[in-house]
């Protein structure tokens, strides 16, 4: 059994910061890719940044490249997303994947409860 349990998000003004966290119970975390995506209303869910099972490639969309970072604890089956200079059109509710990269990042179908982020300006 795999759960995906996401924290971390909130009401902030633009240019301030977030920092979500997702655990995952599972005993293989470490051999599987993980992702951030993001929905908002009336829009697909879109995929905001991978990265690798030993953490050694990241990648992120165009629109957060530069104010968001991916990162990964392996021993506590974290990934993190750091979330800075957050602007109003991120908000969205926000979801942790577990998945492959092979190239590019394949999710599987184990998701997070997803948790809001609001930015105001």
């Known amino acids: 059994q795999v759960q995906l349990v996401e924290s971390g998000g909130g009401l902030v003004q633009a240019g301030g910061s977030l920092r979500l966290s997702c655990v995952a119970s599972?005993?293989?975390?470490?051999?599987?890719?993980m992702a951030w995506y993001r929905q908002s209303p009336g829009k697909q869910r879109e995929l905001v940044a991978a990265?690798?099972?030993?953490?050694?490639?990241?990648n992120y969309a165009d629109s957060v490249k530069g104010r968001f970072t991916i990162s990964r604890d392996n021993a506590k089956n974290t990934v993190y997303l750091q979330m800075n200079s957050l602007k109003p059109e991120d908000t969205a509710v926000y979801y942790c994947n577990l998945g492959r990269y092979s190239g590019t990042y394949y999710p599987l179908n184990y998701w997070g409860q997803g948790t809001q982020v609001t930015v105001s300006s």
């Open positions: 599972t005993t293989i975390f470490s051999r599987n890719a």
């Open positions: 990265i690798t099972s030993g953490g050694g490639i990241t």
